[in-house]
């Protein structure tokens, strides 16, 4: 189970570096031909246009000793995020769909295409909506449904049809700054550029995101109740033996379970499971018990927020965490299902964090208010940090660009950024 688990991760990463690959050429090749068109046609700034028509000519130059875009569409991470809803769905059943603008029609082509490829990639997780969400972005569980309903050919055929593309750039200028333009000349490390692309989000969802947490941290939470008289390995609420099993395997302790769950789970089930687990593996607990990139420290949560980099990746897990409980998953386990994403195929060996260390130092602080989320408005990023341990710099992607870790944006951009800027915000979304 844990083998097929971890090959439809693999093939989560396949895809979207697939998908990244079409959408990057659909967009340089309609801004080649209209920077105007292809700014209506994908709803991006007229800039971002334009670098992505620079960027396709500095790839056909022969001089050129890198092709830009095919070095970003290699981003092991999605760049897009897909846009999909039930009256999409409802049209592509039917065959038929709102007429393209006149002067879009010439794009027909390669809107064809790309909208194919989004049908078939969600087609192949139709019945896996979790993969779906943690690869796509796509938390509508209905949307998924409705496909998998619906016929394969029908849609496939059907999708061309559409006036508008299913997904979405999540990209922008900044972003493509700080991947391509360090002041050391290195280019920047291929996980470090994914982290960041996981981390953008523009001000419109990160207040979603901070209300919907918001509510979630206003709900009651449930009362531990104790069942006499009734047998201690049957009564586990539904799904809650998975993520329990989940937890075990990377080592966390049965006091940290049981306060991780906050379910009717008891000590005698954890310990049942665990002693099971034992049985099935014998071999010692993996890597992730003993977690040696962090210093031994009085406070050891203060390594993971006193690092950028960590801070990046606790805030992805964060991301893909949020959308998996937009398809209705409590909010334990699609932490550990987040985790699980990350740690099998996003992993970096040199900032490695274990599931235990995470539970202490985000998920319980989080639960208990003390986390907050915040946006920079000059990297359009969004990032957690925690009230007792203070960085100076909030933002980590502005951090890293300080230390050269990252580019900077360039003095065109910052000189032309508009009117009226907006300041970088470092205050928390949250109260």
């Not at 991470?77 to 999409?88: E, K, S």
């Not at 195929?345 to 040199?350: E, L, Q, V």
């Given at each position: 189970m844990e083998s097929l688990q971890n090959s439809l991760h693999a093939a989560c990463v396949v895809d979207q570096k697939d998908l990244n690959e079409t959408v990057v050429g659909a967009v340089a090749a309609v801004a080649r031909q209209s920077l105007h068109d292809c700014a209506e046609l994908f709803g991006i700034t007229v800039r971002l246009a334009q670098r992505f028509a620079s960027m396709a000519l500095q790839g056909e130059d022969r001089r050129s000793e890198v092709d830009p875009l095919a070095d970003l569409a290699t981003t092991p991470?999605?760049?897009?995020?897909?846009?999909?809803?039930?009256?999409?769905v409802t049209q592509m059943q039917r065959g038929r769909a709102a007429p393209m603008p006149p002067h879009l029609e010439r794009y027909r082509p390669v809107l064809k295409g790309l909208n194919e490829q989004v049908v078939l990639m969600l087609l192949r997780y139709a019945t896996?909506?979790?993969?779906?969400?943690?690869?796509?972005?796509?938390?509508?569980?209905?949307?998924?449904?409705?496909?998998?309903?619906?016929?394969?050919?029908?849609?496939?055929?059907?999708?061309?049809?559409?006036?508008?593309?299913?997904?979405?750039?999540?990209?922008?200028?900044?972003?493509?700054?700080?991947?391509?333009?360090?002041?050391?000349?290195?280019?920047?490390?291929?996980v470090l550029r994914s982290l960041v692309a996981r981390t953008l989000c523009s001000w419109e969802d990160c207040v979603e995101i901070s209300e919907?947490?918001?509510?979630?941290?206003?709900?009651?939470?449930?009362?531990?109740?104790?069942?006499?008289g009734r047998p201690t390995a049957v009564f586990l609420p539904p799904g809650e033996a998975d993520t329990i099993r989940q937890l075990i395997a990377h080592g966390v302790s049965t006091k940290a379970i049981l306060q991780f769950t906050r379910s009717?789970?008891?000590?005698?089930?954890?310990?049942?499971?665990?002693?099971?687990?034992?049985?099935?593996?014998?071999?010692?607990?993996?890597?992730?018990?003993?977690?040696?990139?962090?210093?031994?420290?009085?406070?050891?949560?203060?390594?993971?927020?006193?690092?950028?980099?960590?801070?990046?990746?606790?805030?992805?897990?964060?991301?893909?965490?949020?959308?998996?409980?937009?398809?209705?998953?409590?909010p334990h386990a699609?932490?550990?299902?987040?985790?699980?994403?990350?740690?099998?195929?996003?992993?970096?060996?040199?900032?490695?964090?274990?599931?235990?260390?995470?539970?202490?130092?985000?998920?319980?602080?989080?639960?208990?208010?003390?986390?907050?989320?915040?946006?920079?408005?000059?990297?359009?990023?969004?990032?957690?940090?925690?009230?007792?341990?203070?960085?100076?710099?909030?933002?980590?992607?502005?951090?890293?660009?300080?230390?050269?870790?990252?580019?900077?944006p360039s003095s065109f951009r910052t000189g032309n950024w508009g009117s009226a800027p907006r300041a970088r915000s470092g205050e928390a979304l949250m109260a």
């Open positions: 991470t999605a760049l897009w995020r897909v846009h999909m809803t039930l009256d999409d896996q909506p979790r993969l779906a969400a943690l690869m796509s972005g796509l938390g509508s569980r209905e949307v998924m449904e409705a496909m998998s309903s619906a016929g394969c050919s029908t849609l496939v055929q059907s999708a061309g049809h559409l006036a508008h593309p299913l997904v979405s750039l999540t990209l922008n200028e900044v972003y493509l700054d700080r991947v391509f333009s360090t002041l050391s000349g290195l280019p920047v490390d291929p919907a947490l918001d509510r979630e941290l206003a709900a009651p939470r449930p009362v531990r109740v104790t069942k006499i009717e789970v008891n000590s005698a089930q954890v310990r049942r499971l665990r002693k099971a687990s034992d049985d099935q593996r014998p071999e010692p607990a993996d890597d992730d018990v003993v977690d040696p990139s962090l210093p031994r420290t009085h406070d050891s949560n203060a390594a993971v927020w006193g690092s950028a980099v960590r801070r990046l990746l606790v805030t992805s897990i964060f991301a893909h965490q949020r959308v998996l409980v937009s398809l209705g998953l409590p699609a932490f550990v299902e987040a985790y699980e994403f990350y740690a099998t195929h996003h992993r970096d060996p040199a900032n490695p964090l274990s599931l235990s260390r995470l539970i202490s130092a985000v998920f319980t602080p989080l639960q208990d208010g003390l986390v907050h989320l915040g946006h920079c408005s000059e990297c359009n990023t969004m990032h957690l940090s925690h009230d007792g341990h203070h960085n100076g710099i909030e933002c980590p992607v502005c951090a890293l660009a300080k230390f050269n870790k990252l580019g900077r």
